[in-house]
C-alpha cells in the first residue's frame, strides 16, 4: 500500500495474484506504513517483509498469511489494539470506533482499580501510540510535579549488626551455628516503593517504542531520570500491590494508566536500534470482566452477595471425570441461594443484537443449573431490551444492551439499571 501521492516513478507495475491485486514493490526505502482494520473487518492483503510478518502473528493482534510475491493476507484475530514495527504500523480499533479513553476506562474498571471517570485523562489522537504516550507524559508530570513519592518499605539484609528484627527461621537454616551475619529485617524510609517503581517501568515500556514523537520521548526520559533511584521491577516480575490513600492522590491516574500499559503493552529491540512493540487487548475478556466488577458494584445496593464467574454443575455426575459444569459471568445470590444470572457477550454484532442461538443456549443452561428461573444477557450495542420466552419452561432470557459509545457516567447508569431491573424482577417472581 503506496502512500496517496506515489506516482509511477515510485512503484513497479502492479500485478495479480489468485484474483487478488497485487500493490505496487516500493522501489525506495518507504516511511512506516498505517494499516487500520476495524475488528469485525475480515481482512487486507499488504506486502510485508517476513520479520514483521513474523512480529505481527507472534502478537496474537492478527494472523498474517503468506500468499506469495511478498504477500500476506491480514485478519483480525479477536482483539484489538496495535504492533508497530520499524516497517508498519498496524491496528484493529472497536468496533463502533471506540476512543482510547474509553477503552482505558473499560481496561481500568476491569481491573478493579478504583476508577472514577475522571481518573484517567486519555489523549485522543488517530495514532494509538502517539496518545498512549502523550497520556502517560501528562499524567505522569502531574503525578512527580513535587517528586517521586516516599514511604516505608521493608528490607531483607544480612548485616553484622542487629538493625529491626532478627528473621530467626532463615538464621537458622542459612547460618545454623553462626552468629554473624545475622538475617534481618527493618522498615526503612525510601523511593523504592510500589508506586515509583511501577510509574518508572512504565516511563521506560513506553520509551522503547518506535516512532513516538522525539518531544515526548524526551518528557518521557525526563521523567523517567526523577525516579534512578528506584529499583527497576524484573522483566516477567508480577506488579507490586499499592493502595490507593490520600497521601498518593496524585499519583492514582498515571498509576492506572501506567498499569493498563505494563499489562497490555510490550516492547523488545531487534536488529540494531530496531524496535518492535505491540498493545493488545482481548476486548471479550474485558468486557465479560467490566460487567462482571461493574455489576458487583452496583448490586451492593441490595442484599445478598454477587459471585464473579461462579462455576455450577450442569450434570449428575459420579465421576469427576463426567462432570459438565457452567460458569455464569455473574450471579447473585440471597440467603445462599443463587437468585439472579448474568451472561455477557461483546461479539454480538451491532446490528442484530444477542445472537438467537449459541447465547440463549448458554443462558437456558445457566438457569437449570441454578434454578434460576430469568437470566440477563448482556451485550455491547444499541437497542432494545428484549424479554425470549423459552418453550416449555418457565425460563426467561432477558437481552439488556450495553453501548459503550456514551461516556463513562452514562455506561455505569446503565448497569445501575441493569442491576435495579433485575432485582426488582427477582422480588416479583418471588412474590408472585
Not at 42 to 48: F, N, T
Not at 62 to 91: D, H, N, W
Not at 311 to 330: C, F, H
Request: glycine content about 8%; overall charge positive; proline content about 7%.
Amino acid at each position: 500500500m503506496l502512500p496517496a501521492d506515489a506516482g509511477p516513478a515510485d512503484a513497479a507495475p502492479a500485478g495479480t495474484l489468485r484474483g487478488v491485486a497485487i500493490p505496487p514493490r516500493p522501489r525506495h526505502a518507504p516511511g512506516v506504513r498505517h494499516i487500520v482494520l476495524d475488528e469485525l473487518s475480515r481482512g487486507v492483503v499488504e506486502r510485508l517483509d517476513a520479520a514483521t510478518a513474523a512480529f505481527l502473528n507472534a502478537s496474537g493482534l492478527a494472523t498474517a498469511a503468506p500468499m506469495g510475491m511478498g504477500l500476506y493476507r491480514i485478519e483480525p484475530a479477536g482483539k484489538v489494539g496495535s504492533v508497530r514495527t520499524p516497517a508498519v504500523q498496524f491496528e484493529v480499533r472497536p468496533k463502533g470506533r471506540l476512543g482510547l479513553h474509553r477503552l482505558l476506562f473499560l481496561l481500568s474498571y476491569a481491573g478493579e482499580q478504583g476508577f472514577r471517570d475522571d481518573s484517567v485523562a486519555a489523549v485522543e489522537h488517530q495514532d494509538l501510540w502517539s496518545a498512549l504516550a502523550e497520556s502517560l507524559a501528562q499524567l505522569a508530570e502531574r503525578a512527580l510535579s513535587r517528586g517521586p513519592l516516599q514511604g516505608y518499605v521493608t528490607v531483607d539484609e544480612s548485616l553484622r549488626t542487629v538493625k529491626g528484627r532478627i528473621r530467626i527461621s532463615d538464621q537458622i537454616s542459612r547460618r545454623p551455628g553462626l552468629l554473624v551475619p545475622l538475617e534481618v529485617s527493618y522498615d526503612e524510609f525510601s523511593e523504592n516503593i510500589a508506586e515509583n517503581r511501577i510509574l518508572r517501568a512504565a516511563l521506560a515500556r513506553m520509551g522503547q517504542v518506535p516512532g513516538v514523537r522525539p518531544e515526548v520521548l524526551s518528557r518521557l526520559r525526563r521523567l523517567g531520570g526523577k525516579l534512578d533511584a528506584v529499583t527497576p521491577l524484573l522483566p516477567g516480575a508480577p506488579l507490586p500491590k499499592w493502595q490507593a490513600s490520600r497521601m498518593n492522590l496524585r499519583f492514582h491516574a498515571a498509576l492506572r494508566l501506567a498499569e493498563v500499559i505494563l499489562r497490555n503493552c510490550s516492547a523488545e529491540a531487534g536488529e540494531g536500534k530496531q524496535r518492535s512493540a505491540a498493545f493488545v487487548v482481548d476486548m471479550s475478556t474485558v468486557f465479560k470482566e467490566f460487567v462482571g466488577v461493574a455489576l458487583r458494584d452496583a448490586m451492593r445496593a441490595h442484599p445478598g452477595e454477587t459471585r464473579l464467574q461462579y462455576g455450577a454443575l450442569l450434570n449428575e455426575a459420579v465421576r469427576d471425570s463426567d462432570r459438565i459444569t457452567v460458569r455464569p459471568d455473574a450471579v447473585h445470590f440471597l440467603g445462599g441461594r443463587p437468585v439472579v444470572v448474568y451472561g455477557a457477550n461483546y461479539a454480538a454484532g451491532p446490528d442484530t443484537g444477542a445472537s438467537p442461538n449459541t447465547d440463549h443456549y448458554r443462558m437456558l443452561a445457566y438457569c437449570t443449573a441454578l434454578r434460576v428461573p430469568t437470566a440477563w444477557l448482556v451485550y455491547a450495542g444499541s437497542g432494545e431490551m428484549k424479554l425470549r420466552r423459552i418453550l416449555n419452561t418457565d425460563i426467561d432470557v432477558v437481552e439488556y444492551p450495553l453501548d459503550l459509545s456514551k461516556p463513562p457516567a452514562e455506561i455505569l447508569a446503565a448497569v445501575t439499571d441493569l442491576a435495579e431491573q433485575s432485582w426488582g424482577e427477582m422480588v416479583r417472581q418471588a412474590r408472585g
